[in-house]
C-alpha cells in the first residue's frame, strides 16, 4: 500500500475517533435560562480578546483545572456558550455589566444543581410554612425608589460558595443594616459564626435546627445571637464554607 495514502487513512482515523470522543459529552443548549455574570468595568476590553485567550486568563484567574484533555475541551466550550450569551444581553441591557464569573465554566442546570435550591427538606419547608406573616404597612407618600445601597447601609457582595448557609448571610445582612440605622457604622458581621455555632431549634418544630451548611433560618439565627450574646466581626472570624470546624466564639 502506498505509504502516502497509509499516512491519510491514519489521519482521517483520528479525526473521527476525536469527533466521537467530543460527541459523548453531553449537548449544551445555548438558549438555557442566562447567568447573570457581572464583571469588574476593567474586564470590559479583555472580552475583546479571542476565546482561546480569555478561556486561558479565566483558568490562571480562578485557578481552575480539569481531570483530562476532555473534559477540558468540554468546560471550553461551555465557557464559549456562556461567553456569547453574556456579550448577547450585554448588547441587549448596556446599564448592566455582563462578562466572566468563576462559574463561566458551568451550564445553567450544573449551577442550579450546586448553588440553588434549599437544604433542609421538609424540616426547614414546615417552618417556613409555619412562620408568622409580616404586618403590612402604610404605604402612603414613599419615593418612587430608594436604594440601602445609595445611604451606606449595605456590605458588598460575598459569596457562601457551595455551602447551603444562605440563612447565615440573611441574618447576619438584617443585623449589618440594623447596626448601620443604630450607630451610623457599616461593619460586616460573621456568617461563620452561625455556621459553626448556631445550632439552635424552632420551638414549634424540634427537628427543625440550624445545621450549617444543610440549611438553616434566620428566626433561629436570632434566637441563638439572643443567647449567645452577639456576632462577630467578619474579620475576626472569617468566612471558610465549610461547617466542619468546631465553634470559635469568642464573646469578648
Not at 23 to 50: C, K
Amino acid at each position: 500500500m502506498d505509504r502516502r495514502f497509509l499516512l491519510l487513512l491514519l489521519l482521517l482515523v483520528e479525526v473521527a475517533l476525536s469527533a466521537s470522543v467530543a460527541s459523548s459529552w453531553p449537548s449544551y443548549a445555548e438558549d438555557d435560562p442566562l447567568i447573570v455574570q457581572v464583571v469588574p468595568e476593567s474586564d470590559e476590553d479583555e472580552l475583546r480578546l479571542n476565546a482561546e485567550a480569555h478561556f486561558s486568563s479565566f483558568l490562571r484567574r480562578f485557578g481552575k483545572s480539569y481531570a483530562d484533555e476532555k473534559e477540558h475541551a468540554y468546560r471550553f466550550s461551555v465557557f464559549k456558550a456562556n461567553l456569547r450569551r453574556a456579550r448577547r444581553h450585554q448588547k441587549m441591557d448596556p446599564t448592566a455589566v455582563h462578562g466572566i464569573t468563576k462559574f463561566s465554566d458551568l451550564t445553567p442546570a450544573e449551577f442550579r444543581r450546586t448553588y440553588l435550591g434549599l437544604r433542609g427538606g421538609r424540616r426547614l419547608r414546615r417552618a417556613l410554612a409555619s412562620s408568622h406573616e409580616a404586618p403590612i404597612l402604610p404605604t402612603n407618600n414613599l419615593p418612587t425608589d430608594f436604594d440601602w445601597r445609595d445611604h451606606g447601609a449595605v456590605t458588598g457582595v460575598k459569596d457562601q460558595g457551595s455551602c447551603g448557609s444562605c440563612w447565615s448571610f440573611s441574618a447576619s445582612g438584617a443585623l449589618e443594616g440594623a447596626n448601620f440605622l443604630a450607630t451610623g457604622q457599616l461593619e460586616s458581621l460573621s456568617e461563620q459564626q452561625l455556621v459553626d455555632c448556631d445550632h439552635e431549634c424552632d420551638s414549634s418544630e424540634p427537628d427543625s435546627c440550624d445545621s450549617g451548611c444543610n440549611g438553616g433560618l434566620m428566626t433561629t439565627a436570632f434566637e441563638y445571637l439572643l443567647k449567645s450574646g452577639g456576632l462577630e466581626l467578619e474579620k475576626d472570624y472569617p468566612y471558610t464554607g465549610t461547617d466542619r470546624g468546631r465553634c470559635k466564639f469568642d464573646e469578648s
